[in-house]
C-alpha cells in the first residue's frame, strides 16, 4: 500500500533543472541566486524586504536579536507551536513566557495574551499562524511589544481587517514576520528560512546579523583600508542560505500558486466528507479563524468524548490503526509548556485550552502530491476505524 505521511514536498524535473543548471553557475553560496529568491518571496507575502536564512529556526533567533531581545526581557508566544517559536526567544537570552490557546481553532487566546502582556510586559510577541490560519494580528499588535509573526504554516494564507485584505508575512500589522522552507511547508529548500519586513533599518540589520555581524556599507565602516576591507560590528552568525537551495526555492516559488490552490481542494473535499456521517459527533475539522483564508499547512481534526483520558485514548487507537493501513497521521504538536526544558518556564501556570486541543487533535495527510483517490482513501479508511 502507498504510504500516505502527514506532508511532504513535491519536488520535479523543473526543480531538478534549476538545481543541477545552479551547480555549473560561478555561485554556490552568497550570490545573485539569493536575491532573487529574496525579490520572489517580497512578491509572495507583498513585504518589502525579505531576508533568506538557513532555517525557520535561525529566522526566529535573527527576529528575536533584531528586536533587541536580550537578558531581563521577555518574549511571549503561543505554547500550542513547535519549540523553535520559543526557543528563538532563549537564544538571545529572553525569557520566554507561554500562553494558551483557543482550543477550536488552535490560535493564541487573546484572553490569555492579555493577562500575560498585563503581568510580564513582553518585549516582543511571537504568535503562530497555526496550521496555516493567520492569528489576529490587528488585535495583537494594540499591546505596543514587537510582534514577530511566526508564519512558518501560513505562506499564502489571507485575512481581513477593517474591510481590507491582508497576506500572511506582508507585516502591514506586524514589525516582522518569519517563513520555514523544510519540506512539509508550502514551498521547499530542503532546510531554509526568510524573515520579511516593511522596516529597511530592520532589514539592514537581519542581513548583517545572517553574515557574522560583517558590514561593508561605506557609511558603516569606521575605517577603510581599501575595496577588500570589512568590518565585524556585532556578534552575527553564518545563516546564510546557499545559492543551491534559492535555486529550488526559486523553482518552487513559481509553483507556489498551484501548491496553495491544491492545499485549498483538499481540504475542501475532507471538509464536505467529515460533515456528513459516519463523523458527525466522533470528529470535528479544526475551525479556521473568521475572516481567514486558510494556507493549509495542516489539516487537522479533532475528537470528541467524555473526558480528557477518552479522547486521548481515541485519538491513539486511531492513530495506530491508521499506521496500520501506511496512513501517517501526526500529533501538531507536544505543547512546549509539556515539554521538559521548558518546565522551570511555565512553573505554576495552566494551559487548559491547549491541553483539550492536543488530548484531541490528529493532522491528517495534507500536501500538493496527495491525489483525490489518497484523500478518499484516508477518509473512506478513518470512517471504517470510527464506526468500528
Ligand atoms: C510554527 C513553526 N515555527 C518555526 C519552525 C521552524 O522552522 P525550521 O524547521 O525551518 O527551522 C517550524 C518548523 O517546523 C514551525 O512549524
Redesign the pocket.
Given at each position: 500500500m502507498k504510504p500516505l505521511p502527514y506532508g511532504k514536498q513535491l519536488i520535479d524535473a523543473d526543480d531538478i533543472a534549476a538545481v543541477a543548471e545552479q551547480l555549473g553557475d560561478d555561485w554556490l553560496t552568497q550570490g545573485p541566486t539569493v536575491a532573487k529568491f529574496e525579490a520572489a518571496l517580497c512578491e509572495i507575502t507583498g513585504a518589502k524586504f525579505a531576508v533568506a536564512m538557513s532555517?525557520?529556526?535561525?529566522?526566529?533567533h535573527l527576529a528575536c536579536l533584531a528586536a533587541g531581545v536580550g537578558p531581563g526581557d521577555v518574549g511571549v508566544t503561543s505554547t500550542n507551536?513547535?519549540v523553535?517559536?520559543a526557543n528563538g526567544i532563549r537564544y538571545c537570552g529572553g525569557t520566554p513566557r507561554m500562553v494558551d490557546i483557543d482550543a477550536e481553532t488552535g490560535l493564541m487566546s487573546l484572553r490569555a495574551l492579555d493577562e500575560a502582556v498585563r503581568a510580564v510586559r513582553p518585549k516582543v510577541i511571537v504568535p503562530?499562524?497555526?496550521a496555516g490560519a493567520v492569528a489576529d494580528l490587528p488585535a495583537i499588535a494594540k499591546h505596543g511589544a514587537v510582534v514577530i509573526e511566526?508564519a512558518?504554516?501560513s505562506l499564502g494564507a489571507e485575512y481581513t481587517h477593517g474591510g481590507r485584505s491582508y497576506r500572511a508575512g506582508s507585516c502591514a500589522h506586524t514589525q516582522m514576520a518569519?517563513l520555514?522552507?523544510?519540506p512539509?511547508?508550502h514551498l521547499t529548500t530542503g532546510?531554509?528560512?526568510a524573515v520579511t519586513t516593511n522596516d529597511p533599518a530592520l532589514d539592514a540589520k537581519l542581513r548583517e546579523l545572517r553574515t557574522h555581524g560583517i558590514t561593508r556599507d561605506p557609511q558603516r565602516l569606521t575605517r577603510n583600508d581599501g575595496p577588500w576591507y570589512q568590518e565585524q560590528q556585532s556578534l552575527g552568525y553564518n545563516y546564510r542560505l546557499t545559492d543551491l537551495q534559492c535555486a529550488l526555492g526559486l523553482s518552487q516559488a513559481k509553483k507556489f500558486p498551484g501548491f496553495l490552490a491544491r492545499r485549498r481542494q483538499i481540504a475542501a473535499q475532507y471538509d464536505a466528507a467529515f460533515a456528513k456521517a459516519p463523523f458527525v459527533g466522533q470528529l470535528v475539522p479544526l475551525r479556521v479563524r473568521d475572516g481567514v483564508t486558510s494556507a493549509y499547512?495542516l489539516y487537522v481534526v479533532r475528537f470528541s468524548g467524555p473526558s480528557l483520558e477518552a479522547i486521548a485514548a481515541r485519538r491513539k487507537a486511531v492513530y495506530m490503526a491508521l499506521r496500520d493501513a501506511a496512513i501517517f497521521a501526526q500529533v501538531h504538536?507536544v505543547p512546549v509548556h509539556a515539554h521538559p526544558d521548558y518546565a522551570p518556564f511555565v512553573a505554576g501556570q495552566q494551559f487548559p485550552g491547549c491541553d483539550a486541543y492536543y488530548a484531541s487533535c490528529l493532522s491528517l495527510p495534507m500536501y500538493p502530491a496527495l491525489t483525490d483517490g489518497d484523500v478518499e482513501r484516508v477518509v473512506a479508511t478513518l470512517g471504517t476505524i470510527v464506526s468500528g
Open positions: 532555517s525557520g529556526t535561525a529566522a526566529l507551536t513547535f523553535a517559536s503562530v499562524d497555526f511566526d512558518a504554516h518569519i520555514s522552507f523544510h512539509v511547508k532546510e531554509g528560512g499547512h504538536y
